[in-house]
């Protein structure tokens, strides 16, 4: 960034593909801020051209008409644009567009994690090849800075941890479910009522949305592109409101966390699921649409960010400021592509290999031994109970209780196969419920 604004001005020209949710909020917010960004960067960014699906459709920010056009090749194509900004979304067009862009040595800003999760490695390839970089801060975690937290504040630092709560969908439904003992399916019909869910909101409840986003900042951290493959990821669909009854009285809410790790072999773990988090803990007070990435890095220690994840204003506020990087490289050149590879660490830990506590709901028949069973399949594979809770108060008269274990740290690979023998057991009535425990101590 330029120590001082220069008395004249510099004009960015930006194309922007998308005037939806976050493309008109980018056009709103800097026209409302045009003012102090100036000051500030010495930029003046104006938008040339925008594309959209639909030019009938009724908009809810004023753009002069000649702006508007359906055409995404205008943008690449005009060589006034310096910046391509996609805010369309998906996977095809997206990818053909930041392709055509990159090609075209127009600087990439981008919301768009799944097109990154899918295919950030040929993308910053390319980027590289073209010398044109992609800036992302939007992608993950809408509002909060997080990918220049990773990238500057805290670049001196091995990131030893991250653990984040990064679908505010997920983390709505979960709340209400927490809160007001509501089932998952009205949870999440509020959900949508209020806004803060799609109308198909499968790519946030099935977790994937999450996993999208904890691909990109483990690839930050630990320099090499994270297959989709290598991410053990579930949805909160399945989580029943007994769950968030019995976590509570083990000293537990359940969160979806993204967890991403390097063991002391420099194999890297990343994760989404629900998972049972101390009530004692600062991520288990993070509620309804928030955000909050927990980073540990070797020489700062644990550090919190929190803020609203998505929304139009959150995110307009992540791509300006990517904007104004992409100003700030047009004055002085680009550092980096926008990731940076390196050899320290390189491989994904097998999924199996992953070592976690463990909460394992049963319902059980009402009958002596049942403990024992279930007890002698999970030690048979090393795995140990520490601590167990058989609520009387949710007996039923059909002769069945519910039978709640923690367990101490289990390999998943075993844990799998003690959960098809437990389930085969005759005393064991319907689907065991399970879910990863972080203790967050250290
Ligand atoms: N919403 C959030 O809070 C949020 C947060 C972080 C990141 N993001 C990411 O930001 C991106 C945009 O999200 P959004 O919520 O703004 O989406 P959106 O509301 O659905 O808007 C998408 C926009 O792209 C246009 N569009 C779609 N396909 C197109 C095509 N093939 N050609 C030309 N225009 C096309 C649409 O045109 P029409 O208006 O004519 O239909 C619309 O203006 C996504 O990658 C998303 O993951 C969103």
């Known amino acids: 960034m330029p120590s001082a604004a220069p008395a004249v001005p510099r004009a960015i020209q930006v194309g922007l593909a998308g005037l939806g949710n976050v493309g008109a909020g980018v056009f709103k917010n800097i026209e409302a801020n045009r003012d102090l960004i100036i000051q500030r960067t010495g930029a003046d960014i104006r938008i040339r051209r925008i594309i959209v699906r639909d030019l009938a459709r009724p908009r809810d920010v004023s753009v002069p008409e000649s702006l508007l056009g359906t055409r995404w090749q205008d943008l690449t194509e005009d060589p006034e644009i310096q910046v391509v900004v996609e805010l369309i979304g998906g996977t095809t067009t997206a990818y053909e567009l930041v392709c055509a862009a990159l090609k075209a040595k127009k600087i990439v800003v981008t919301g ?3 097109l990154l999760a899918e295919r950030g490695q040929e993308l910053f390839a390319l980027a590289e090849q073209c010398g044109a970089p992609i800036y992302f801060e939007a992608a993950v975690a809408g509002g909060i800075p997080i990918i220049q937290v990773l990238q500057e504040g805290l670049v001196g630092n091995r990131i030893l941890s991250i653990h984040g709560i990064i679908n505010g969908t997920c983390n709505y439904i979960l709340t209400r479910m927490s809160q007001a003992g509501l089932s998952y399916a009205d949870a999440l019909r509020e959900a949508q009522e209020k806004g803060y869910a799609e109308a198909d909101p499968t790519l946030d ?13 483990a690839s930050l951290s630990y320099g090499f592109w994270i297959p989709q493959g290598c991410v053990h990821v579930e949805g909160v669909d399945k989580i029943d409101p007994a769950d968030f009854k019995f976590a509570k009285r083990l000293g537990y809410t359940i969160k979806l966390l993204s967890v991403i790790r390097a063991d002391k072999d420099g194999l890297v773990e990343v994760r989404t699921q629900p998972t049972l988090v101390p009530l004692s803990h600062v991520l288990a007070s993070v509620s309804g649409s928030f955000n909050a990435v927990l980073v540990h890095g070797d020489i700062v220690g644990e550090t919190l960010f929190y803020g609203r ?14 904007l ?5 490289t047009l004055v002085y050149g680009a550092r980096h592509s ?4 390196h050899g320290l660490y390189g491989k994904s830990k097998p999924v199996e290999d992953t070592i976690s506590h463990y909460y394992l709901r049963l319902t059980v028949a009402d009958e002596p031994g049942v403990l024992a069973q279930v007890a002698a399949e999970l030690g048979s594979r090393g795995i140990g109970i520490s601590s167990m809770i058989q609520p009387e108060d949710l007996e039923d008269t059909s002769g069945q209780s519910s039978l709640v274990l923690m367990i101490h740290d289990a390999r998943l690979g075993d844990m799998l196969e003690a959960l098809a023998a437990i389930r085969a057991l005759n005393c064991v009535r319907g689907e065991p419920s399970w879910m990863r425990v972080e203790t967050l101590q250290g």
């Open 205 to 217: 409840v099935s977790g994937w949305d999450a996993a999208h986003k904890a691909i990109i900042l």
């Open 338 to 341: 926008g990731f940076v590879p």
């Open 324 to 328: 104004c990087e992409a100003a700030a």
């Open 309 to 322: 994840g998505a929304g139009q204003d959150p995110t307009s506020s992540s791509v300006i400021s990517d």
């Open 112 to 114: 768009n994690k799944a």
